[in-house]
């Protein structure tokens, strides 16, 4: 083993030797359970320190790629994310006794089309006789199909956009791979692509997505084997691509083949601008996510995933192992929601409410100074001096809103809050001035910008 890490390191920094490794694992040259050499074995054959190796091995570990076992010493393992280091889990739950809780990030539930009727019609149907029939019902497939941004070549329903990216993160990404991320991103999505020993790089966005020519220059500097997206609504700051800036992301990526597209459309029919996919351009090689819940509800748990047969065909055969399908029910149900005219004029209004939440709020912000950006979707993205210090003066006034940091791949040169404008249905202007008072702090003397954040809130 000694001769084959040897073999494999080119660069013998902490860094290069970590990759090195990482590389070994992913290719099965080193598999889980493999007892790896001792430090000073390591260190001797390369000829450099110790210290440089520990190093290597520290960043292993930390990427949850090795497992230290004390006197037994260091073996591969399965990455695992202990709770507590997780992105998602400090996104709530981080205050006590508040009233107004806008960390959420879920959707106004009065806001959803009903079920009721939807349940009826579909009553006691038997949509299920068969562990073998597809996993998507028919009818549900076609509607979906006329609905996709461009024409997929395969699909399939899972249970929610989240399942979705998992699954396909799963079939993707190996240990050690780059693979490119908009900064700020979903913190559900670092905690997956970190979950499986993803190095995360984090591209710049401007008010239409992602920045190309930031785009074109992480292409030539990682050589990643994905890109993740999200097309329209971005969560958190709400902004959307055009179809100019899909044309400019694709002619970024026409040189790299080998470069696959994931695109998270989470905010579906509640989205204002209109869908948009680089699949359009390089349908071989973009796996588009359209999600349900936030139009239609969380407790449907659905969401539709479409791209490359190849991949689609992989996750659908890994599904037969585990849940096997998505509740034919539900997807009954999601049908005549997809189909009714009442719920499609309920899912209408909802996004004329949300577009008006946020041009409130927005307005009213403005008008106290403060500076937030939220174009679409249900989040708003408040700018702050002070993250720590906004959330304990909005606590204060029983306010919760969500850390900025979770979102973060790399520094962004500000600090921000998420703010869940679309469950804020009135009292805007004394909101607003409650909420730019609290970006504010610091400028009325509460200590350095610098300060680190506690513990857990990153």
Known sequence: MLGLIKGAVDDRSARGIAAAVSRLVTAGDLPV????????DVARELGVSPTTVSEAWQRLARAGAIQTRGRSGSFVAVPVLPRQRLRYAQLGGLLTGVS???????PDYDLLPGVTESLKRVGDARLTTSYLEAA???????????????????????DGALDALDRVTATLVRLGDHVLVENPAFPPVLDLLEAVGATVVGVPIDEHGMCPDALGEALRTYDPVAVYLQPRA????????????????????AAYPEVTVVEDDHAGDIATAPPVSLGTRLPDRTVHVAGFSKSHGPDLRLAALAGPAPLITAIGDRRLLGPGWSSRLLQAVLLDLLTDADAIAQVAAAREVYAERRAALLAALAAHGATATAADGINLWLTVDDQQMAMLALAAHGIAVAPGAPFEVTGLGAEHVRVTVGLIRDDFDSLAAILASAAGATARGSGSRSRPHPRGWR
Do not use: K
């Open 100 to 106: 107004r809780d806008f960390s959420t990030g879920v």
């Open 136 to 158: 998507v019902l028919p009818p549900l497939e076609r509607v979906l199909r006329q609905r996709w941004p461009y024409p997929p070549d395969q699909l399939t329903v899972v």
């Open 33 to 40: 359970g493999s007892r790896l050499p001792t430090v000073r």
């Open 234 to 253: 971005h969560n958190p700051t709400g902004v959307s691509m055009t179809a100019r800036r899909v044309e400019e992301l694709a002619d970024a990526l």
